[in-house]
């Protein structure tokens, strides 16, 4: 995690800095700084476009009984898109931007749900050999290795 951070607060400040100087020496620096300016307000304006959708989709979902997962994970996406529009940038606009496209979301969500399946499955195939169910015997009876079941209702009131 040490790794992650310090690659993220030392090397894209460093890849920003550069991309803007690259982009200067060619636009020139006062169109360098109209773009960043440019894109940080049209990226907000996209933002908040994409999250007031996000959250009524929410409403939505949540209002009809339905867990709203995709919604969810739009609104992650949207989030981390705006705070890397919001970040002065050439690098973390494009980025940003990427964030924002629902094609590149969606293969984004199927490429981490088809990981997230693999790594649940694998975590629980090796974390049920460690659960045994231990009886305590007293005398030289025969131990029970049957599970307790316990039945019972509930009703839902809202």
């Known amino acids: 995690m040490f790794r992650f951070l310090f690659l993220l607060f030392i090397l894209v400040p460093i890849v920003e800095i ?3 100087i690259q982009v200067s020496e060619v636009f020139g620096g006062f169109a360098t700084i109209a773009l960043v300016i440019v ?5 907000a304006k996209l933002v908040k476009q994409q999250g007031i959708g996000a959250i009524q989709n929410v409403q939505l979902q949540m209002a009809q009984g339905q867990m709203p997962a995709k919604e969810l994970f739009t609104g992650l996406c949207v989030i981390i898109a705006g705070v890397l529009l919001m970040t002065p940038g050439i690098m973390t606009d494009f980025f940003g931007f990427l964030l924002l496209t629902p094609a ?5 969500a199927a490429g981490l749900a088809s990981q997230a399946t693999v790594r649940m499955s694998s975590q629980t195939n090796q974390g ?7 009886s305590k015997t007293t005398t030289h009876e025969e131990p029970n290795h049957q599970p307790t079941t316990i039945d019972g209702e509930f009703e839902r009131k809202d």
């Open 104 to 108: 590149i979301r969606n293969k984004l």
């Open 18 to 20: 550069a991309l803007l």
């Open 128 to 134: 049920s050999a460690h659960f045994q169910y231990h």
């Open 39 to 43: 894109t940080a307000i049209v990226g």
